[in-house]
């Protein structure tokens, strides 16, 4: 009778065990994600690149730079669209502080303009990044913690960095993307991302020093006072 209470006892005591190292390191992903989350908002600058289709692209290609210490954003947009014509649309930008924005016309000149809302602005960018927030230029782990199924997939080397492979599926009333994102091992920040409709995401360069290929006024707005606000 006692050893049969003692077997009992060891093997709740087991469960409990496995209980709580369950609840500590869940397979659903949902731990990797928090620690992920909070990797993010300690970046201070970083390169991310997007390569797949768009809703009016057949093929699409998309560069960004962000350096927070200056308060510089660099957007680089490449697209073929097709209909009757083909037609190639490419788009570069330096957006800086809060309220400035450099656009490159097709002569190779560049044309300075104001933003008349803080919003989109680089500044804007870097206070969502601090706050985890930051949801077009790196991908939206607050969204995938509230609304995904996370799901264990496999260990790889990405621009020679190994990561793990987290698949998700977005179960919101918006969204039902499919796809993964590779977390690294270390650092736990985001390494690539793809989705299923082709999209293909990688992050490269994190809290690295940016070289930004930019006309000098674009790096004397960012030096100026209240340039960088």
Not at 119 to 126: G, L, P, R, T, V
């Amino acid at each position: 009778m006692r050893k049969g209470l003692w077997i009992s006892a060891i093997l709740l005591a087991g469960l409990f065990i496995w209980g709580v190292g369950y609840v500590l390191t869940p397979e659903n992903g949902d731990a990797e994600f928090q620690k992920m989350l909070e990797a993010t908002e300690r970046v201070k600058s970083f390169r991310g690149a997007y390569v797949g289709t768009t809703q009016t692209s057949q093929h699409a290609e998309r560069l960004w730079e962000l350096d927070c210490n200056r308060r510089i954003l660099h957007k680089q947009t490449q697209e073929l669209q097709t209909g009757a014509n083909t037609l190639e649309l490419t788009e570069n930008q330096f957006l800086v502080g809060a309220d400035q924005k450099f656009t490159r016309n097709n002569d190779g000149s560049w044309e300075q303009t104001k933003y008349t809302s803080v919003q989109y602005s680089a500044s804007w960018y870097c206070d969502n990044l601090a706050q985890g927030a930051l949801r077009d230029l790196l991908p939206d782990v607050r969204a995938m913690l509230r609304n995904a199924s996370l799901g264990k997939g496999e260990k790889k080397t990405v621009n020679g960095l190994r990561c793990q492979d987290w698949n998700f599926t977005m179960l919101s009333r918006n969204s039902g993307q499919r796809g993964s994102v590779c977390i690294g091992l270390e650092d736990h920040l985001p390494y690539e991302m793809t989705t299923d409709d082709g999209g293909h995401y990688s992050y490269t360069d994190y809290n690295r020093p940016t070289k930004f290929d930019a006309p000098e006024a674009v790096l004397q707005a960012a030096s100026s006072p209240g340039g960088s606000n």
